[in-house]
């Protein structure tokens, strides 16, 4: 039987032998694709000439991310360079660069100081098991699937390295919220008569006048769009002819870069919303009155004519007024939910409203966006049309 084949990324024993007053190394090496090399170096000794053919073969494998990873190394050189690899994907545009900076943060705060100098083959099923576990007693649901995704990532990079054979992460126990120790609070829309409120509340209170709030929430009111696109909105996206606002981007906030436009959410984000008669006559007048010193720039500009930050907005103007008017509970998010709301209220599909909020999928819809639980007689009407009752004895 003829000698066993090197595994892809092997090499043989290296053998020398002494050539003139010079010493030759030689060995077979195989790649990853099977093809085999013939490593030959000359050095002044047996040992220069040996470490000649590894250096020369550490070349064959250096480009590649993750080949310099064994068993034995440290959860945190794994996770470095896996981090290293999604932000460089980030930048290409495969990845959103704000999950670099949720990735990052959640590595240092959660993962790493746990399991940062375990080695590879130590971080097995039930230590992540036991980590992911204690973040939801002490935390949430929410963190605890964070912390596995993370952790799953950057083993599933180890295993692409060569460095483990499996993911020990797909055995560990279900997370289930039941035993977090902070319960996902259910989101709620706005009623017809709470909307009517706040809008009054908004228009009368000086300071959110100041801050262009009342304009900005009819905006979200009625296109249904996400944060990021509503400060996005430029001019040039919004056709009064056609009674339409295209969404062709999003804002995000970037560790380091600061305010960013970038192409979207998701590819189903870049959509035309049909506007409402009474959206549409309040951008032109917007626009007759603000005199739009740059017709090319953001619709609800800040001080400069430039986006808005999110974070100067939120904490300068929109929690100050939220608590003044009483309604703490309604985010930006609550306003788009509302919209998916009273939409369903009103007869609309949940592929029509889909549409209108750039989901994919209308179970994304229903589950998330649709108020659930509120107070309509329909189904009871419904039935009632129907000649269930008794006849008598």
Not at 9 to 38: L, M, P, T
Not at 50 to 66: E, I, Y
Not at 280 to 306: A, F, K
């Amino acid at each position: 039987m003829g000698r066993l084949p090197l595994s892809p990324g092997s090499h043989g024993e290296i053998k020398v032998k002494q050539v003139g007053k010079s010493w030759e190394a030689r060995c077979r090496y195989r790649h990853e694709d099977g093809i085999y090399s013939d490593v030959r170096r000359r050095a002044g000794t047996k040992e220069k000439a040996k470490q000649a053919v590894r250096d020369a073969m550490k070349d064959f494998v250096s480009h590649a991310p993750g080949a310099d990873l064994t068993a034995f190394s440290r959860f945190n050189e794994a996770a470095k360079q896996w981090l290293d690899e999604y932000r460089k994907d980030a930048e290409n545009g495969i990845y959103a660069l704000t999950s670099v900076d949720t990735y990052s943060d959640h590595l240092r705060n959660h993962v790493l100081p746990r399991l940062g100098n375990l080695r590879l083959f130590e971080v097995k099923t039930p230590v992540i098991n036991a980590l992911c576990q204690a973040k939801l007693k002490a935390h949430s649901l929410s963190l605890a699937k964070h912390t596995k995704a993370v952790i799953s990532n950057v083993m599933t990079f180890a295993v692409q390295a060569g460095a483990i054979e499996r993911n020990p992460t797909r055995e560990i126990a279900p997370l289930t919220e039941r035993r977090a120790k902070t319960k996902k609070t259910k989101s709620r829309a706005l009623s017809g008569d709470e909307l009517v409120d706040f809008l009054a509340k908004l228009d009368a209170d000086e300071e959110a006048r100041k801050a262009d709030l009342p304009d900005l929430v009819r905006g979200f009111i009625a296109t249904g769009e996400r944060r990021g696109e509503m400060l996005a909105a430029d001019w040039p996206d919004f056709d009064e002819e056609e009674r339409v606002l295209h969404v062709t981007g999003g804002l995000v906030q970037v560790r380091g870069k600061g305010t960013l436009r970038n192409d979207g959410k998701t590819e189903n984000a870049v959509r035309p919303i049909p506007l409402p008669e009474w959206y549409v006559t309040m951008l032109i007048d917007r626009r007759e009155r603000l005199g739009v010193p740059n017709p090319t720039g953001p619709i609800y500009p800040n001080s400069r004519g430039g986006y808005l930050n999110f974070q100067n907005l939120t904490n300068r103007h929109w929690l100050p007024f939220r608590r003044r008017a009483g309604y703490e509970w309604v985010t930006f998010k609550t306003l788009r939910k509302t919209v998916a709301t009273l939409l369903d209220e009103a007869g609309l599909t949940a592929r029509q409203i889909a549409d209108l909020l750039g989901h994919a999928h209308p179970s994304m819809t229903m589950n998330v966006y649709m108020g659930r639980g509120q107070k309509s007689r329909a189904t009871a009407d419904a039935l009632g049309a129907l000649p269930l009752g008794k006849t008598g004895d």
